[in-house]
C-alpha cells in the first residue's frame, strides 16, 4: 500500500500522526502493543497488508490475506475507566458505517463488534487495552474490514459463514482503492474521536444505538453455547447489553454473540 498516499488524504488532529506500515505481520494488535511498551504517541496507527495470525474475539483468527483487504490498528489513550473501554468498540463501528456511506452504503452495527450489510458481515473490531494497578495505560482498536475480496475467495477461505459475509467491492459492483478507503476511516475514527473527547461516553452510546436496527426487536444471543433469547432493550457506557427476557426481567450480557437469521 502506498502510506503516503493515506497521509495526504488525512485531516485528523490526532489519528495517523504517525502510521507505520508492514507487508506482513502476526497481528496489528500484537504488533503495536509491543510498540507501545516502549512508549507510542496516542494516535499511532499499524496497518498490514497481511497478517500471519489475525486475531478476533474469543479465540477466533481473522482471515487476513494480502492484496485484499485492510487490517491496521491504532492506539489511543481515552479519560475513561478500564470498564468503559469496551464503548470503543462502539467509537469504531460508528466510523465503519460513516466511512462505508460514503460508498452510498448503509451498513448496520450489530453487538458488540460487527459491521453488517444486509445481514452480511463486512468487519470486526477487536479492542484490547493495558493497564496498570487498575487505570487504564492505552486502548488498541483492531479493525479488519473486507474490501476487495470476491465470493469465490469468501467461499474459499470461510465455507462455513461464507453465505454471512460480504466485502465492499462485492456490494458497490466497484474495486476500492485501499488507500482512500483508509484514509476515510482514519479520518472518521479521527472525527468520532472527537466527540468522545468533548461529549463523553453518552454521546457515543447515543450515536451507536441509532444506527443499531436490532434495538427493541426479538433476539437470539449465544452466551457460550446457551441461546438466550429476548428483546435487544439497550447498550450502556461499559459496553454491556440488556436484552428482555419473556419473564420482563432484564439480563445484562458483556461477552456473547447475537445470531442473525437470513
Ligand atoms: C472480529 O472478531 O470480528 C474482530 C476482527 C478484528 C480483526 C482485526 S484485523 C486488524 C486487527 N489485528 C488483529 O489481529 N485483529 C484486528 P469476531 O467477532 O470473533 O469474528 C471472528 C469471526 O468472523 C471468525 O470466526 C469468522 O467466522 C469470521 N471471519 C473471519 N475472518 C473473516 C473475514 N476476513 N471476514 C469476515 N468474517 C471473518
Given amino acids: 500500500m502506498n502510506i503516503n498516499k493515506i497521509r495526504s488524504l488525512l485531516d485528523t488532529n490526532l489519528i495517523g500522526n504517525e502510521i507505520i506500515y508492514y507487508e506482513q505481520t502476526s497481528s496489528t494488535n500484537d504488533t503495536l502493543f509491543n510498540l ?20 478476533g474475539r474469543l479465540g477466533r483468527s481473522w482471515y487476513s490475506p494480502k492484496g485484499k483487504n485492510l487490517y491496521f490498528s491504532f492506539l489511543i489513550k481515552p479519560k475513561i475507566t478500564i470498564s468503559q473501554s469496551p464503548v470503543c468498540t462502539f ?10 456511506l460514503s460508498y452510498g452504503i448503509t451498513a448496520d452495527v450489530k ?3 460487527d459491521i453488517l450489510i444486509n445481514k452480511r458481515k463486512i468487519a470486526g473490531v477487536l479492542t484490547e487495552m493495558s493497564s496498570t494497578n487498575n487505570r487504564l495505560d ?3 482498536i483492531g479493525i479488519g474490514i473486507n474490501l476487495n ?6 467461499q474459499n477461505a470461510l465455507p462455513e459463514v461464507s453465505k454471512t459475509t460480504t466485502s465492499l467491492m462485492r456490494e458497490t459492483k466497484d474495486i ?10 482514519i479520518n472518521d475514527l479521527d472525527y468520532y474521536y472527537e466527540i468522545l473527547k468533548n461529549e463523553g461516553l453518552n454521546s457515543i452510546v447515543a450515536l451507536w444505538t441509532s444506527k443499531w436496527s436490532f434495538l427493541n426487536r426479538e433476539v437470539k444471543i449465544n452466551l457460550e453455547g446457551k441461546i438466550l433469547n429476548g428483546i435487544a432493550r439497550k447498550v450502556d457506557t461499559e459496553g454491556y447489553f440488556y436484552i428482555e427476557k419473556e419473564s420482563g426481567d432484564l439480563e445484562k450480557v458483556i461477552a456473547g454473540d447475537m445470531i442473525v437469521e437470513n
Fill in 36 to 55: 507501545a511498551k516502549n512508549s507510542t504517541n496516542d494516535g499511532t496507527v499499524v496497518i498490514a497488508d497481511s497478517q500471519t495470525k489475525g486475531k
Fill in 176 to 185: 476500492v482503492d485501499r488507500e482512500i478507503f483508509t484514509a476515510r476511516i
Fill in 138 to 140: 492505552f486502548i488498541i
Fill in 91 to 100: 467509537l469504531a463501528s460508528l466510523a465503519l458505517t460513516k466511512t462505508i
Fill in 149 to 154: 475480496m470476491t465470493m469465490k475467495d469468501i
Fill in 111 to 113: 453487538w458488540p463488534n
